[in-house]
């Protein structure tokens, strides 16, 4: 069973992890999606062991009021992050402005100046500050605070503060409506940022859902086809598949024969001969000839549907460096409160001054503000990313960067990341004719075929000046045949050629790669091997991640013998490489290298990758790579060459560095600038200032990267 809820109050990941904690702590739960940018949970049940009631119960009590939609999901896919958007560009319309004209021209003491900044940032403070104030709100109705209740106080503090100077201007020397605009905005931007990674990390699941055709030719009894919902097929329901059609469903072929791209599932970019008692595969597109299908499973149970529910856990069970400042802030708001409170009564009760009290207890949340905490990471992605899209190398954002100074394995798929992703002729084809006579054949008899195999051989042989040939047709499942100079000429797999007679006997058996052979009536006139030949520079990118102290393994659908060939030319031990490995075996074989206590990279360019690029500690798509396998990676390689896997891993633990960095200083000036405030030594302006001065050296130090250099050999 399934439910979907609507849940109010999230405002950042942060929150997101609270309500799927929440409900994953219930007994009888499968597991559960939260959406950020739909504001939604989708909860999956595997028991009765919890009822709808005390699940709303439990994120009541978390702090998450929530309904259960009975209806289709109306949320927007982009209503999170186009809310924070208004904010950030309200916020920075009034904020800049303002602070141009009290920093740059000093108008701060003017008193036109004062009321013009109270008109103009009260909009910023009633509408951008309405999310926040909802949030600590919600927070505060079930005892907990985080990041939302320090911004909504240090902002509403320096508002409050200043409406009450413009009133009473004999008491308050100058106002701070700026700061109080800048708070919110500040913040906003962080926000902003993690939305959009939010909602491109959701797209990928979106993605591999639209591979899933919604209907499907259902054969009747009387041989006819009806238009059909795949939801209303039965298993032992029959299904027609014409060329070109995508899979609806996971199946096993009752009649016919035809190839099948399996590419989105095992990477490999051969397809796949499909006979009688073959299996079908949801989301693989059948290419050149009629099937008749029994279905297996539909929905949830297909293969599709696991790799998506793969992606989905992966996803939601990774560490988030960006979070770090809100799990402090559980502890560190209080204690800002508690500070702000005791000033204030030490002052007024101590020494008899309230107006000291209040000015110090207003600084000391002034001067606490989240805004360095909240710049910390998103400032110094921003630089990094910069820096690496000047050499072609996309980062989403901070979500991996918290191991990636840790990696010690790189795993690498094979085809099209460390090959070139489609079959060629390898060098020297086998000759027992003449070889122009061998390549005009195989021109005139691949040419027609829209088999991968067979346009690959043509491309090979399209200098050859074709020899006429009649009656030619195409057997599927084993290749072209056709009449040439009197002769029957057959142009297929060897297993074929040997039904037919030719007598093959002189090859050997256990050659790598892909074989297919020309024949006539009487002989074997050619074999031609085909297999995904490796890039160019992928030994040496290989070595020099070895020189960086990683080990080094490679994943493969291959059978054994042409993966170890592969694995050998490029220089890795037997045991690193692993072969024969479907979509969900990557997953498990990350998961094997990480249970030895290994940070895995792994490095893959299709949508089979999806998985292991989640699951992994992180995900590098190589160019090229399937738009679901980029929006699953943390990295995007836009490089044509391997070349930036080991920049992007150098400019990665360069940008986590600068993270630490400026989380640290972030905390570390509250922890000096609050006692100082405390104690009175420090005035409101002057903590301002500090709070603006924090920033600016926090993205100070994030703009470093942007003058970033992979470092020399």
């Not at 998506?308 to 988030?320: L, T």
């Not at 061998?438 to 000046?465: C, D, E, F, I, T």
């Not at 009487?522 to 520079?537: I, R």
């Amino acid at each position: 069973m399934t439910t979907v809820l609507r849940v109010e109050g999230m405002s950042c990941q942060n929150c997101a992890r609270h309500v799927r904690e929440a409900i994953q702590g219930l007994p009888g739960i499968s597991y559960a999606r939260v959406d950020l940018d739909k504001a939604e949970a989708v909860v999956k049940w595997k028991s009765d062991g919890t009822s709808e009631e005390e699940l709303l119960k439990a994120l009541e009590t978390a702090g998450y009021p929530s309904h259960i939609l009975k209806g289709p999901s109306s949320g927007s896919s982009e209503s999170a992050g186009s809310g924070w958007k208004f904010n950030v560009i309200l916020g920075s319309a009034v904020t800049v402005p303002l602070m141009v004209a009290e920093w740059g021209f000093g108008l701060g003491s003017q008193t036109w100046f004062c009321w013009a900044s109270f008109l103009l940032v009260l909009p910023v403070q009633v509408l951008c500050g309405a999310r926040f104030y909802r949030g600590a709100w919600q927070q505060l109705k079930v005892g907990q605070s985080n990041m939302d209740t320090l911004v909504a106080l240090g902002s509403s503090a320096a508002f409050l503060f200043s409406a009450y100077g413009l009133l009473f201007p004999s008491m308050v020397g100058h106002t701070y409506f700026m700061e109080a605009a800048a708070i919110i905005t500040l913040i906003s931007v962080g926000h902003w940022l993690e939305s959009m990674a939010s909602s491109r990390a959701a797209q990928a699941v979106r993605q591999l859902l639209t591979l899933a055709p919604a209907t499907a030719r259902r054969l009747r009894a009387d041989q006819t086809e009806e238009e059909a919902p795949v939801a209303a097929l039965l298993p032992g329901d029959l299904v027609v598949l014409r060329p070109g059609d995508r899979i609806p469903i996971d199946g096993i072929v009752s009649e016919g024969s035809s190839a099948v791209d399996e590419s989105m599932l095992t990477g490999e970019s051969i397809s796949v001969e499909k006979t009688p008692g073959s299996l079908l595969y949801t989301g693989t597109v059948n290419t050149n000839g009629r099937l008749v299908c029994q279905v297996r499973t539909t929905g949830e149970a297909t293969a599709l549907s696991q790799i998506i529910a793969v992606v989905e856990r992966a996803q939601n069970s990774r560490a988030n460096i960006q979070r770090l400042a809100d799990r402090v802030s559980s502890v560190f708001v209080p204690l800002v409160i508690l500070c702000a409170a005791a000033t204030l009564l030490a002052w007024g009760l101590g020494w008899n001054s309230w107006e000291k009290g209040i000015i110090s207890a207003v600084a000391v949340l002034i001067v606490a503000c989240p805004c360095a905490m909240g710049l910390a990471t998103p400032a110094a992605i921003m630089a990094g990313a910069n820096a690496g899209a000047k050499r072609g190398i996309l980062i989403r954002d901070g979500v991996a960067l918290e191991k990636t100074g840790k990696i010690t394995a790189v795993l690498f798929d094979k085809t099209g990341t460390l090959t070139e992703g489609k079959p060629q002729v390898q060098e020297p084809p086998l000759y027992f004719t003449g070889r122009q006579k061998a390549l005009a054949l195989v021109n005139a008899m691949a040419g027609p075929s829209r088999h991968p195999l067979s346009q690959a051989l043509a491309a090979y042989a399209k200098a050859a000046m074709p020899i006429t040939v009649e009656n030619w047709r195409e057997e599927s499942g084993s290749g072209v045949v056709a009449q040439a100079e009197g002769k029957t000429v057959r142009l297929g797999s060897l297993t074929w050629l040997k039904s037919n007679g030719i007598d093959a006997s002189q090859l050997p058996e256990d050659a790598p790669g892909t074989r297919l052979g020309l024949a006539d009536d009487e002989k074997l006139l050619a074999v031609f091997t085909l297999e995904d030949c490796l890039k160019e520079n992928a030994r040496r990118i290989l070595d020099d991640l070895h020189r960086l102290n990683l080990d080094v393994y490679m994943v493969s659908g291959d059978h054994a013998t042409v993966a170890q060939r592969i694995g050998k030319a490029l220089g890795l031990q037997e045991d690193h490489v692993f072969a024969g490995v479907r979509p969900e075996g990557k997953v498990d074989v990350v998961k094997s290298l990480q249970a030895q206590g290994k940070q895995v990279a792994f490095v893959g360019d299709g949508i089979n990758d999806a998985p292991a690029l989640t699951q992994a500690d992180l995900g590098i798509a190589v160019s090229f790579a399937s738009d679901i396998a980029k929006e699953s990676a943390d990295i995007i390689l836009l490089k044509a060459d391997l070349e930036a896997v080991p920049e992007a891993l150098h400019l990665s633990r360069r940008t986590l560095l600068t993270i630490r960095q400026n989380l640290f200083w972030a905390f570390f000036y509250n922890i000096v600038a609050v006692p100082i405030a405390a104690l009175g030594f420090a005035s409101p302006i002057l903590c301002a200032a500090a709070m603006g001065l924090s920033d600016l050296f926090l993205v100070g130090n994030s703009i470093r990267l942007l003058s970033w250099r992979p470092p020399a050999d």
